[in-house]
């Protein structure tokens, strides 16, 4: 796989959080000659917190964490994430799978079942050999570390092409606090989560009601607002987890919300930079809508449309796509009321091409890697932002040929 | 433009429909060495029925051909229609061009401009040159002919790789009725209408009213059920004409019903047929739904997927991604009530991959040009099917560098 070309330079330092170890290991679940499982202790009385997919065909993973959220705090948890096979649509037997797994990590580790996270993610539909994990778990906890969390971030990789972390050190009553997240995912994103997989520490301290209702906020501001191809996956998982070691509680901290927002924005942004196929990196931008809701309807279906996206890629300033898109929002517009912008170009505005426009000028904003895209519907404030990439060849090469 | 590999023989033998005369000519609008404009005719007293897009920023022929329909139709009526510029996001200008085109084809025709219905397809954005159309037309109608039908449908063409027409003969009461049709689209298909243009011509004798409300309802059935790539035009248009010269009341008509509903799917699939970058023709059917329309909206998460749609153009029965669609798309479901045949093969059952399917029958099902799905959701009886094509890197060749 070619490293996307809108990857970062490196994966960041990210800084350890008090309480959590990490360990990967190569199960050999698909892929060979690569890391394909992480585990992840947190220390007694860590508040975890998950946001999930809502497919009507979730995987068994994924029903099995939703069950387990809120339960009693006082021990140990673990997560267990394995890449290659996403045990979903793998009937009861992925449930067993899941048990299996969940039970082997248990007596290894001592932590009760009850609070012990699991993800798959990978192929569909195929059964979970998950004799070869539990085979690994002991060689994991034996090798658990408190700054192997760049290793779990390579391990949960499928068609990722880089590792993606982020963080953020903030100081509330002259305490620091630090926030550390992992993500992979570069697929079959689209809102109501991707196949996505998120996990968040924190030193932070904070109970896991008041977490929970957080994350799903901010998951909507952020994971919610990208999408690769519109596509949502049966597996979606986003877990935070608070070992409270800083001593500083955050419940009502207003710097803390915006540090984790700066996090999980950071990882969403780089999830669509390793969009399938991507090129381009796209902000499409909203504003003077009827309401925020179709300020981001209208993203959405500029951010999902194929013909947008494949002019992006072409760096063809066609924006009367973007009309098309618009139009076909469901959400009201005004032709006439509506300004288009490319960077600062203003291109469209009073129900037609600006007098001002030049196509040498759009096509020239176009061939920039991270494009802005405004659209301005005249109607009323409503607004709101959403983030995709460009509809390449590379991504039709990749999915049409992804089994084999 | 290489020809669709899906692509019929050749063009239908379509009869002549009596009150109905084409021409077609080479304007130059945008296209060179080719025909771009087509004129019909048509009798006195011909009840005129029209179905066009729902799009927000819908251009400005299609604006004037809703506010036409219903008008006294003692008078003859004219079909005036464009390709290589939709007419589309052009402001003020837009509507000057389409006031300018029906003026200049009732001062050629005698036709009041009440009974004058145009239509522009092509790029959006950029101003009608409507006076390269308006100088042909004194030369489009003394060239008028009962068998120009074929013409007008190459005219209309754009990124079309076949002109496409369909017809049907009945007899009612001993006598015989005729409907002859044509339509042209090929990229931004999806329901709510396509980037679409159908002329429906028949000899039936039947009022606007009753007509308007039959079109209206085989559309919800036939174009509304096709989709190419989610996108949807400003332009879609579809206009049925009957001229009554049969003489045969066809008003309560089962059989023009369904005469009629078969030229519309005919000439729908064709469109799929012709889809961008098309190597396969896709018919997803879903059963078992809680209702028709939960059936539906099924059915189009599964057509709309990028990732089942390049599964297809890699001829790889990854039907995990289908399973992912059902997921996604809102309806009710239940992974354990839920069948997916790849044509007559039982591919997943009772929540996981049946016992009795292989692999290598899943694959060699795969390559057939043509190819059914069939998901049964197990819940209830709502039923509903849909039309696709693959996604393939013909789409984004075409796409990404459409206007240059």
């Known amino acids: 796989m070619t490293l996307s070309p809108l990857a970062p330079d490196h994966f960041p330092d990210l800084p350890v959080i008090d309480g ?27 508040s975890i917190a998950g946001v999930f997919t809502r497919s009507a065909t979730r995987s068994a993973p994924v029903l099995d964490c939703q069950a387990k959220l809120g339960a ?17 649509f793998t009937g009861a037997a992925g449930e067993r799978s899941v048990e299996a797994i969940c039970d082997a990590v248990s007596d290894a580790t001592g932590i009760s079942t009850a609070r012990i996270f699991t993800a798959s993610t990978g192929v569909i539909g195929q059964r979970l050999p998950h004799e070869k994990i539990t085979q690994k778990i002991e060689e994991l906890v034996e090798s658990l570390t408190c700054d192997g969390i760049e290793g779990a971030a390579k391990a949960i990789m499928t068609t990722d092409t880089f590792p993606k972390g982020a963080s953020a050190e903030l100081t509330i009553d002259g305490q620091t606090v630090r926030i550390a997240g992992i993500a992979k995912g570069s697929g079959m994103i689209a809102p109501d989560m991707a196949t996505m997989l998120v996990y968040i ?56 919300t915006q540090a984790l927002r700066d996090v999980m924005l950071d990882l969403a942004h780089q999830v669509v930079r390793d969009g399938e196929g991507a090129t381009k990196f796209v902000e499409v931008r909203v504003t003077g809508a009827a309401t925020d809701a179709e300020a981001r309807k209208v993203g959405l279906s500029i951010a999902n449309s194929p013909l947008v996206k494949t002019a992006i890629a072409g760096e063809d300033p066609n924006w009367g796509r973007i009309v098309m898109a618009v139009g076909k929002s469901g959400a009201q517009a005004d032709r006439d009321r509506l300004t288009i912008r490319f ?9 037609w091409v600006s007098p001002d426009y030049t196509e040498e000028a759009g096509a020239a904003y176009m061939k920039a ?17 959403v983030w995709t990439c460009d509809l390449t060849h590379g991504y039709i090469t990749i999915n049409a040929d992804y089994r084999s």
């Open 201 to 256: 520490f924190t030193d932070a301290k904070i109970d896991q009601a008041p977490l929970q209702a957080l994350l799903g906020a901010l998951t909507d501001q952020t994971f919610n607002c990208i999408t690769v191809d519109s596509d949502t996956s049966t597996s979606d998982s986003l877990i935070c987890a608070a070992t409270g070691t800083s001593g500083v509680d955050v419940t009502e901290s207003a710097g803390f």
């Open 72 to 88: 009693d705090q006082s021990d140990r948890a673990a997560l267990l994430v394995n890449s290659g096979n996403s045990n979903a």
């Open 369 to 385: 890697q991270d494009l802005t895209i405004t659209v301005d519907l005249g109607i009323a404030g409503g607004m709101g932002t």
């Open 343 to 351: 960077g600062d170009i203003i291109v469209a505005e009073n129900g």
């Open 20 to 46: 959590v170890r990490f360990s990967s290991g190569a199960a050999g679940v698909k892929y060979k000659d690569r890391t394909d499982v992480m585990l992840a202790e947190l220390m007694a009385g860590t």
